[in-house]
């Protein structure tokens, strides 16, 4: 059980597209979901809580307008990387908040590499 | 703000053998949860173990175990029975019960190595 799936695994893209990815928990209902970004060899950085049926909440420095999260059900969250940027390729990880509320679990990750 | 610290960046261990990866942790809050996360090579994160702060018997998990120590805020992870697939990224994390908004904090990571 608990089981996050993200899509797409890896994605290349153009200066100046948008890269949607998606995050989905596939055996429970989440409604709350979360999204990071990993650098090599360093920690998860949270970017932003997603909240099912309202507005997500940014942590201090995340764009809200670079990065925009859509939580439009129970099991799933996509995360919008507009107008990408060469700065923006990175490793982004949802998680999805477990049914007893005090458990994140993982999805597999996205990487992103923009040219 | 409550902070996360894992003071050894890497750690190695024989195969078979017992490692104890530390953690400790700052915080003013009295109940709260603790994790041991890994991450392995595939970069997907997966809950190796979890403590409830107001549980005095210290969580195990098959070869994993922790040593929670809640005075001295301490966390540490130990692995038993070292297998070559234990090797990974491990991370530990505190989540606080009250106002903290399910937001996990991490600490920076010991990148453990498992030797044959």
């Known amino acids: 059980g608990a089981v996050v799936s993200q899509h797409p695994s890896w994605v290349i893209c153009k200066s100046g597209t948008s890269v949607k990815i998606e995050c989905r928990s596939l055996?429970?209902?989440?409604?709350?979901m979360f999204w990071y970004r990993q650098f090599p060899k360093q920690s998860l950085m949270l970017m932003a809580t997603s909240n099912e049926g309202s507005k997500a909440t940014y942590e201090q420095g995340v764009e809200k307008d670079k990065f925009l999260i859509n939580h439009a059900s129970l099991t799933l969250s996509t995360l919008t990387v507009t107008s990408a940027h060469p700065e923006d390729s990175s490793f982004y990880i949802c998680s999805a908040l477990g049914t007893s509320a005090d458990t994140q679990y993982f999805g597999p990750g996205t990487r992103l590499t923009v040219l | 703000a409550q902070t996360v610290t894992q003071s050894q960046p890497e750690m190695s261990v024989q195969e078979a053998e017992t490692v104890t990866l530390s953690c400790t942790y700052d915080t003013s809050e009295s109940d709260y949860y603790l994790f041991w996360y890994k991450q392995p090579p595939s970069r997907q994160m997966i809950l190796v173990i979890r403590?409830?702060?107001?549980?005095?018997q210290n969580a195990t998990e098959n070869r994993f175990s922790v040593n929670f120590q809640k005075a001295a805020k301490s966390f540490s992870l130990k692995i038993s029975d070292s297998q070559l697939g234990d090797a990974a990224m491990y991370f530990c994390a505190y989540l606080g019960s009250g106002g903290s908004n399910y937001k996990l904090t991490f600490g920076k990571g010991t990148l453990l190595t498992v030797n044959p």
């Open positions: 403590q409830e702060a107001y549980k005095q």
């Open positions: 055996d429970f209902q989440a409604t709350t």
